[in-house]
């Protein structure tokens, strides 16, 4: 499932089915009905816009063509390209400005509850433009540090379902329909296999290289800054999360301590953190990255979030990503 599992959701799906009365039952045929024509369509969609890639390897090696087209779809009439503001992404990513909680001292949200936050040069949406079911935006990203300055983060299950999307771009600092830093899109994406293969939760990780069309040569690390990774942190850990709710045109931001589920997952409780978020970055200290939503339950349900935890699984999934010739 793209983006995150909500007990809201799974709540509006319950539905008592009247059991009396020819009209009624007419009614339910022609609904039935409807909604198959409909699930068609929606699986039409996803069809068009996945792709094989080498799932043994968990690699998908993106079209240009294909890429820009999609970057052109969510520039019209979805997301305006503004011009950058006079920010140095740079000085964001090695202590320059950054949001007031970094200097005010570090406190868990009272109460444990997301709320909205101010947009950031190095997170930003997710968009995946096109009839596949989902919203324009369906899940949350951030910019990693890399050799090349062109890695995002992101949940593995937000990127590979059935196949790599093919119609995926990232609008950092994404807010009110605007990306102020541009749209990128992925020349390459790179997931475990054991993702690919079954879905394991603990391997709910996905790297993409992006640029940004009509700008050969730009780097994406020099225009938003990037986020550190962190391998094996300890916990617990002051952390903060942020993501992009499905329906909602900024981000929001909880804080709590980061605690261990287990070896293979962190878990950080926090309420009202809905689908969308899948993806967005767990942080601890100053731009430190410890953790993607995601993982267990696909990100967590309406009171805790989680992240696979960064291990050697995710060092091999970096390295082979940011050391791979570029496509």
């Not at 993106?62 to 011009?83: F, K, N």
């Not at 040569?217 to 800054?225: F, I, K, P, S, Y």
């Not at 986020?227 to 903060?240: C, Q, V, Y």
């Not at 804080?255 to 689908?275: E, I, K, S, W, Y």
Request: hydrophobic share 35%; glycine share 12%; with cysteine.
């Amino acid at each position: 499932m793209v983006g995150r599992v909500d007990g809201r959701d799974r709540e509006r799906r319950r539905s008592r089915v009247p059991a009396r009365g020819s009209m009624v039952v007419g009614l339910l045929c022609t609904v039935v009905l409807a909604g198959v024509g409909y699930a068609a369509w929606e699986l039409r969609g996803i069809a068009a816009n996945r792709a094989d890639g080498d799932p043994a390897q968990g690699v998908y090696q993106q079209d240009p063509e294909r890429a820009d087209r999609t970057a052109a779809a969510v520039l019209d009439g979805i997301v305006q390209d503004a011009p950058e503001p006079p920010t140095d992404g740079k000085a964001f990513a090695d202590g320059g400005p950054a949001p007031d909680w970094r200097y005010a001292g570090w406190q868990p949200s009272d109460p444990l509850e997301a709320r909205p936050a101010p947009a950031e040069p190095a997170v930003g949406a997710l968009f995946s433009p096109g009839g596949d079911g989902d919203p324009d935006h369906h899940c949350s990203a951030v910019v990693v540090h890399s050799p090349g300055g062109d890695l995002i983060a992101t949940a593995a299950h937000c990127v590979y379902a059935g196949g790599f999307r093919t119609n995926l771009a990232f609008a950092p600092g994404y807010r009110d329909s605007v990306a102020p830093y541009g749209i990128w899109v992925p020349t390459r994406i790179d997931v475990d296999p054991r993702w690919t293969q079954d879905q394991d939760p603990d391997h709910d990780v996905a790297f993409l290289r992006l640029r940004r069309p009509g700008y050969p040569g730009q780097r994406l690390e020099d225009v938003t800054g990037a986020m550190t990774l962190s391998l094996g942190a300890e916990l617990p850990a002051p952390a903060r999360l942020v993501g992009y709710p499905n329906f909602s045109e900024q981000p929001l931001e909880c804080r709590n301590t980061a605690v261990a589920a287990g070896p293979t997952q962190v878990r950080l409780d926090c309420a009202d953190v809905p689908n969308g978020t899948s993806g967005g970055p767990v942080t601890t200290g100053r731009s430190t990255l410890i953790g993607v939503i995601g993982g267990r339950d696909g990100g967590g349900d309406e009171e805790t979030s989680y992240s696979v935890r960064f291990g050697d699984g995710v060092r091999a999934l970096y390295e082979r990503s940011t050391t791979s010739p570029a496509p």
